[in-house]
């Protein structure tokens, strides 16, 4: 993990961002700081990386939590009948972290996946 003033420059500069973002797009502002809170846990264990980087993973994750937090909650109490009388608020700040934990990898991977559909596509060879 690199220097905490870094990490706490890009903390602040992804949360501002994924704020002014999520108020547009009309995402609850508990599921964003639940993002961002799973974004933090995640960069505990990912390799160092620059700050502006950070802040642009740590956006990323707060928008992940925010946008799909409550639909992991939907579907976590359709198909888990039990999960439905805990109560919509702890559950909602819950998926929106474990989203933002899943966020910082799964975002790279997925779009790492999709660069390579598209080498695919262009090289004649395959």
Known sequence: MPEPNATAAAAATGGMAA???????????????GGLLGGLLSLMYLAPMPVPRMAISLAGAA?????????????????????????AGPLRMAAAIAVGLVAQV???????????????TQDPRS
């Open 19 to 33: 704020s002014l973002t999520g108020s547009v797009l009309g995402l609850a502002y508990d599921a964003l700081l």
């Open 106 to 120: 799964a975002i790279p991977a997925g779009l790492d996946v999709l660069r390579r559909r598209a080498q695919a």
């Open 63 to 87: 928008l992940a939590g925010g946008a799909f937090g409550p639909v992991a909650l939907a579907a976590g109490a359709h198909y888990l009948p039990w999960l439905a009388s805990v109560g």
